[in-house]
Structures are given as structure tokens and as C-alpha cells.
Antibody, heavy 122, light 107 residues
């Protein structure tokens, strides 16, 4: 059974930093692209970042987070990360980890975690 | 960036109704489109990918159609469990983008 378990959310000050993690199980983690999607309170879904499978040589970012957030993966630990630097109030959202259905980034998201809430506030 | 526009934003329907949600892309995305269902407080679930392929385990009352720029999600006979918000998403090119969502409410 595929499971994705996010952690690391919480309250962070504007300009601070936070690292989200997503522990994966039930599938060959290295073989699939992985993605972060967020949802601000009462709003729709917003794609944040995707990393390809394998060594994760290809990464993609939304313009809203480019240069501030970094996606990475550790295939030996079956874990996906999102390093959030210099967060802003508008980054406040539930962050979901999602699995692609193939190694390349051009894939739908077939499994999702339960989400972790990030609140950016002083 | 490719903009995805869903209509309607809200849909009121009764159990047993046939409902259709449309999604339009600002440029051609071939068939690289997915549909998701999200219930309050829960993560989205993948319903359909490649515009018309039903995800494993999804009831056959759900179907998808379209290619290029115009797509549709149809529920042939609305069930109580189907009242939720539905999103389309293009994965033709980065940045991947979602529609704004369609909330299906009980009439």
C-alpha cells in the first residue's frame, strides 16, 4: 500500500526557514517523480515543485517559490524534502506531497499524503 | 504559463443527475490532463488521467473526454459520495497548473 507521510510543518516567521519532509513507503521510491502541491486556507490547489525520479536530476518550480524553495530527494531514505527559505505570509498553506505515476515529471499525481500545515506569521 | 479555466465554479445537483464540468486550457495541452476530487479536510484523489483514462478503483460513472484545449468530466449518475470539489490539472508543460475548482453541491 502506497503511503506518503508529510512532516515538518508549523509556525515560521517571515524570512525564516523550514524544511518539510515526506516519508514514502509501499512503492519503489526512486522510480517515480515526486511533487509538492499546496492549498492556502479556503483556496484551490497550487502546484509548487516537482523532482524527477532516479537521481532527481530535473527539478521544476512555480515562479512564486523559485529561488526561495528547494526540492530534493534521498532515495536511500525514501524521503522527499522541501526546503523553504525566506517564507512569506502568502506561503501559508497545507503542503501536500504527491507521487507521480512515472519517472519523468510529466505525470499526474496518483497518490497524495495527508498534508502538513505551514503558517508564516510573526 | 498555461491557464486552466473550469466552469461552472459551483454546481447544484441532485442524486441521480448527470453532471458535466468543463475545463479549458489557454493553449493546447494535447491529452495531458488529469481530474481530481477533493473532499473537505482531505487530500485530493486522482480520478482520471490522460484526459480519459479512469484511475484504478474509480467508479465507472466518472468519465473524461476532450483533447487540445477543451475537456470535460462527466458523472453519469451523481451519488451522495460525489459531493465534493473537482479540479482539472494540466501536466503538458511546467509550470503544471490547476483549474480553480468546481464545487458540486446538493440541490
Amino acid at each position: 500500500e502506497v503511503q506518503l507521510l508529510e512532516s515538518g510543518g508549523g509556525l515560521v516567521q517571515p524570512g525564516g526557514s523550514l524544511r518539510l519532509s515526506c516519508a514514502a513507503s509501499g512503492f519503489t521510491f526512486s522510480s517515480y517523480a515526486m511533487t509538492w502541491v499546496r492549498q492556502a486556507p479556503g483556496r484551490g490547489l497550487e502546484w509548487v515543485s516537482t523532482i524527477s525520479g532516479g537521481s532527481g536530476g530535473s527539478t521544476y518550480y512555480a515562479d512564486s517559490v523559485k529561488g526561495r524553495f528547494t526540492i530534493s530527494r534521498d532515495n536511500s531514505k525514501n524521503t522527499l524534502y522541501l526546503q523553504m527559505n525566506s517564507p512569506r505570509a502568502e506561503d501559508t498553506a497545507v503542503y501536500y506531497c504527491a507521487k507521480g505515476d512515472q519517472v519523468t515529471a510529466r505525470s499526474p499525481f496518483d497518490y497524495w499524503g495527508q498534508g502538513t500545515l505551514v503558517t508564516v506569521s510573526s | 504559463d498555461i491557464q486552466m479555466t473550469q466552469s461552472p465554479s459551483t454546481l447544484s445537483a441532485s442524486v441521480g443527475d448527470r453532471v458535466t464540468i468543463t475545463c479549458r486550457a489557454s493553449q493546447s495541452i494535447s491529452g495531458w490532463l488529469a481530474w481530481y476530487q477533493q473532499k473537505p479536510g482531505k487530500a485530493p484523489d486522482l480520478l482520471i488521467y490522460r484526459a480519459s483514462t479512469l484511475q484504478s478503483g474509480v467508479p465507472s460513472r466518472f468519465s473524461g473526454s476532450g483533447s487540445g484545449t477543451d475537456f470535460a468530466l462527466t458523472i453519469s449518475s451523481l451519488q451522495p459520495d460525489d459531493f465534493a470539489t473537482y479540479y482539472c490539472q494540466q501536466y503538458n508543460s511546467s509550470p503544471w497548473t490547476f483549474g480553480q475548482g468546481t464545487k458540486v453541491e446538493i440541490k
